[in-house]
T-cell receptor, first 113, second 112 residues
Framework: DTAVSQTPKYLVTQMGNDKSIKCEQN?????MYWYKQDSKKFLKIMFSYNNKELIINETVPNRFSPKSPDKAHLNLHINSLELGDSAVYFC????????????FGSGTRLTVV | GEDVEQSLFLSVREGDSSVINCTYTDSSSTYLYWYKQEPGAGLQLLTY?????DMKQDQRLTVLLNKKDKHLSLRIADTQTGDSAIYFCAESKSDSWGKLQFGAGTQVVVTP
């Protein structure tokens, strides 16, 4: 009954590989997000989708490609992984109505070796 | 984030009050939020305040907003060891499609 679930929780992979992180929410929210948290705990938005449409695309390398097959799912695919991609990636969702309180997933710790 | 600033660390004794401070730069912010992150977990929304309010109380939590100085604070009364976590301040704007700008987080350590 987890509200926002991400898989996998941990991901260790070699440089140059391609990997995906999946996210699903069962809250009926219309908007989903991907945030990256670096080693200093700083959180930065990467993407946002509203009803399967991309609405926010921050300055993110095009090796990162989000995909939203329906409004309950937002997956993140990363090509040609680099050491600097190591971070914790959080999925979140919110309703379209203020105050936009996010519900976060528990995060995916990606380590690129 | 460059628009939201917080002090990085706070140590407090169990039973005392904690006050975590945050400043923001964008006067068009409509909502301001406090999130809590425990180790290995996602962020949990604690409380939020609309920009036309100056105070909000929710059990042990009190949020104060000084819009003139763009200063937000979170007071935790009777701090417990379970309050040890990182606390993030965040802001949103009405035209931002729900995008939140987060501060860097304040690590709160509660000592017995």
């Amino acid at each position: 009954d987890t509200a926002v679930s991400q898989t996998p929780k941990y991901l260790v992979t070699q440089m140059g590989n391609d990997k995906s992180i999946k996210c699903e929410q069962n809250l009926g929210h219309d908007t989903m997000y991907w945030y990256k948290q670096d080693s200093k705990k700083f959180l930065k938005i990467m993407f946002s989708y509203n009803n399967k449409e991309l609405i926010i695309n921050e300055t993110v390398p095009n090796r990162f490609s989000p995909k939203s097959p329906d409004k309950a799912h937002l997956n993140l695919h990363i090509n040609s992984l680099e050491l600097g991609d190591s971070a914790v990636y959080f999925c979140a969702s919110s309703s379209d109505r203020v105050p936009y309180g996010y519900t976060f997933g528990s995060g995916t710790r990606l380590t690129v070796v | 984030g460059e628009d939201v600033e917080q002090s990085l660390f706070l140590s407090v004794r169990e039973g005392d009050s904690s006050v975590i401070n945050c400043t923001y730069t964008d006067s068009s912010s409509t909502y301001l939020y406090w999130y809590k992150q425990e180790p290995g977990a996602g962020l949990q929304l604690l409380t939020y305040i609309f920009s036309n309010m100056d105070m909000k109380q929710d059990q042990r939590l009190t949020v104060l907003l000084n819009k003139k100085d763009k200063h937000l604070s979170l007071r935790i009364a009777d701090t417990q060891t379970g309050d040890s976590a990182i606390y993030f301040c965040a802001e949103s704007k009405s035209d931002s499609w729900g995008k939140l700008q987060f501060g860097a987080g304040t690590q709160v350590v509660v000592t017995p």
